[in-house]
Every structure is written in structure tokens, then in C-alpha cells.
């Protein structure tokens, strides 16, 4: 008899997540994802001046900041037909690059690796071992056996105190957990090793944008960084150089120690490349533009169908018809007025709740469909698509990682692993090194254009009367990103997000069709049903940011944390 799982909300997120999971014989075989906050930016948005936009649409979330400002004034710039001076495009590429790059590396560590490491074994690992270890797999300087062993310390007197403090309520000792203790400390040394590597690169953010999080140097028609080689306050050489070390610096990090961990662990849990597949329509779009007119890009978008790479078709730029034609959003199991399947240009945003029911109403997140069908979106979707297209720091990075894996675990995996649960993880860690190789590049190239003499970085932009549309795109950290604009002499008369998590968090579409995450968990195992780790893997392998997929709290919404089985 099946028995039901409640995870409410679901923690190490960003915003409110509930997911519901039918359990039979230590299998899931229904889930719903339900999103526990209302959005409301479209509504705030209405009336206003669309240059504006982007800042009030990156406060959508404390996290995914930056990648709505640049989806707002893209959306603008589209619906003005405008072009971007190069310093600007390769500026924002900049920052679009070290913001993704963070994003992944905090993601990896400390959302989603305590999952699979257990911090508690770790205090009992064999230091030289585990140094010995790390040692084999990179020559990266922070595996010495000093450095372990402070880590080690630090573990044992959490643990003796009888709070584990930022390590505290994890599935600890869990029969799910599969890492050796010396894998297990080496994993929990990086975890606060990277939070160092994380900070140096939000510093090129910072430098950039201003401040971070919510920059504050975009416009629409470029960025608000005056270039001169003599002035200290505006961006200098200096500035540049500084950036570029720390580009380096993070690069050391990624290529010596994210890839190494997650290879480790991929490899341990060989058996999760076969759990947490679910939709295989991927979706991507082309990012970091390289002319000012957005035609050519440094990385390329495409779809891919059911998972058949046979099938793949190409996205080169973000103006084509297959993009903006073939997105719509439906309302059927979403609390909104009405029920409808529209493009993102008709949208509405008119909450009606009226109660959680499986069967009808059940989330405040509404259901995107790409030709007419649910779509993955994500550095998984991402990665795939640039592997089939030949991209060679991605098929290097993809390579040598399910080399390394299947070394590891001592069998051959290839790249239908990916399509699981710890392969959408894996794509995380990889695109972050694909984005740091894409960032070195973006560097040179704006530090070139300024060599010959170009100093521009704004177009002014010129509203003319009557109705324009536009849409931006964008390939966020967690999966592509559009934002919908209609303006009516010079003022937003509709604004509509399609965000990644409401790609991969939505619930059942107008054809009751399972969203990303609800089908992702079908067919999953349960070792537990009291402890539900094997939920929150696969959930937390999509780095959910519901906050991003619905903006507004229910305040009549008291637990904290709720885990019950029926």
C-alpha cells in the first residue's frame, strides 16, 4: 500500500519548497512539487518606467541577483531593437561568468554535498590517508595533512560539544551515506576551503557591478563603468589586473578540487546515475555575446528532445523563432485566476488560492512548456548541448571527468550517466570550469577592445509611442531565464518571468504532464521513510530557487520543518 511522504519546506534552497512522494515498497511512484510563496513582481512592475525594470526584478531573489537584471534590460533592449557597445556586452559577461561561477561553487559544497558526505565519519578518517588520497587525485596545495587535520580538530570539538553548528541536522549515519571516512574529510575540508574562493570571485561582481548582491552598474543600452586608464575611480588597468588574479586564483580551486570531489563522489555513487532522470526534453539558451548587435556568442543554445541526441536542434542566437514562438505557460494546477496556456507575452499573475488539492490547485508556481511539452533546463541541459556541438573546453572538462569516474569506480561510465540525479550535479562542477575558461576569455577581450582605443559603454535608449514587446534571455546558473516585457508608450503594461525553477519546479501541466522535479523522483529509492535523504538528493541536484520561481511570502504559513508519513 502506498504511503505518503510530506517534506515541508524543503531546506538548503532558496525560497519555500513542498514535495509530496508516494512511497510503495521503498519506491517512490507519485510526486508533487509545490511552490509556498506567491509571485508578485509582474503586478509591481505594471506602470512603470521599463529602464527601471531590472532593478526592482534582481530583488526577486537575495541570490539569483544578477541574472534578472541582465534578462530585464536585455528584455528592454530587444523591444528597442538596441545595440551594445562591446566594453559593455564584455563587461556584463564578466559579471554574468564569476556570478555563475559563485553560484556553483556554493551550490556544490554547501547546498547540495551534504547530501552525500557525512560529516561525522569524517572525524574518524585516517589524516595521512586521506591526504595521501587528495595527493593522487590533484596536486591542489590545500590536501596536506596539516591542513586535514586542523579540519579534522575542528569536526571532533563540534561534535564534543554536542552541537555541530553549521553542520548540524544532517542525515549523519544514514544507510544512503556510501563515502569512506577519509573521502568524507577531504569532501568537508573543500567545503570550507571553498568558501574563501567563493568570496575572491564576487569580488570581480563587486569591482564590476558596484556591490553584490543587486549590482548596480547595468542600464538598458549597456553598463555604467566609465573607462579611463587615469582615473582611480573609474575602471583602470590596475582594476583589470586585479581581476585577472583572481581569476586565476578561483580557476586553481575549480580545476584542482571541485572537479576531483565530485569525480570521488560520483564514482562512490555510481549507482545514482541511474535514478533522478525524469523530463529529458532539455532546453538552453546561447549566452555571453561577442558583437553588439547579440548575433554571435561565445556559447551556444539548443533542445534536445525526450534525451535522443540524435534529435538535437541548435540555438545560435537568442532572437530565434524557435525560442520565442514556442514558450508559453499554463495555470491549470497553479493558483491563479482562470485556466489558461498562453505565451509569457499574455500572461497574467491574478492569485486565487484555493487550497492544496493533488488533484487540482497545488502550488503558486505556473507551468512552462517548450513545444507544448515540459522542459529540463540547467547546466545539465547545458552541458549536453555543448558537448553534441562540439564545444571543445566542454567536451575536454566532460571527458576527463567520466575518465577520472570510471577509473575511480572501476567500470566504464559514459555520457548517459548524466542524465540522473549525481550527473546533473556533475554538469554543476563542470560548467563552472567551461564558465571560468569562458571568463578568461571575456577578460582578454575586453582588455584588447580597450587597447585600441574604445572607451563606450552606453547607448542611450529612445521610447517611441504605441506598443513594443520584447524578451530577454538568458543562461542563468540554474537554466535559462526569460523575461517578458510589453510597453505602452514608454510605460510596462505587462511583464512576465520564465524562470529556471519554474521550469523544473512546476507542477503538472494542461496535460497533467509531470514537471521536472515530480518526474525526477518517480522510481527513486526510500532506505528510510522517517529520514527522506534520497528525496532531498535528487531534489537539491536542480539547486531549486523558488524564491526566484514565486516572490512573495504567505505570512499565515507557521512550521518551519515538517516531515510526516501517512
Known sequence: MARKITIDPVTRIEGHLRIDCEVENGKITNAWSSGQMWRGIELILQGRDPRDAWAYTQRICGVC??????????????????????????????IITAHNIFDHMAHFYQLSALDWVDIVSATTANVSAAAALGQQLSDWRGNSPQQLQAVQDRLKKFLTSGQLGIFASGYWGHPAMKLSPEVNLLAATHYLQALEYERKINQVVAILGSKTPHIQNLAVGGVSNPIDPNSPANLTVEKLFHIKTLIDEVGEFINQAMLTDV?????????????????????????????????????????????????ATAISTQKEKLLTENIRESIKHAWYMGDWDRSPYEGETVPNYTGFSYEDRYSWIKSPTFMGKPAQVGPLAHM???????????????????????????????????HSTIGRIASRVIRAAVLHDAMDKQWQALVDNIGKGDYDTFNSPVFPSGELRGVGFHEASRGALSHWVVIDNGKIKNYQTVVPSTWNAAPRDHNDALGPYEASLVGNPIADEELPLEVLRTVHSFDPCIACAIHLVDSKKTPLSKVKVL
Open 65 to 94: 541577483t544578477t541574472v534578472h537584471a541582465i534578462a530585464s534590460v536585455r528584455a528592454v533592449e530587444d523591444a528597442l531593437g538596441m545595440e551594445i557597445p562591446l566594453n559593455a556586452q564584455y563587461i556584463r559577461n564578466l
Open 263 to 311: 569525480a570521488a563522489i560520483g564514482a562512490a555513487y555510481a549507482d545514482w546515475t541511474t535514478y533522478g532522470a525524469g523530463v529529458m526534453n532539455y532546453l538552453c539558451v546561447p549566452e555571453l555575446p561577442m558583437d553588439t548587435k547579440g548575433t554571435q556568442f561565445e556559447l551556444s543554445g539548443g533542445y534536445i528532445p525526450e534525451g535522443d541526441l540524435g534529435k
Open 384 to 418: 549536453i548541448t555543448l558537448y553534441l556541438a562540439g564545444h571543445e573546453p566542454t567536451k575536454r572538462y566532460v571527458d576527463t571527468a567520466l575518465q577520472t569516474v570510471s577509473k575511480l569506480a572501476g567500470t566504464t561510465v559514459g555520457i548517459d550517466a548524466l
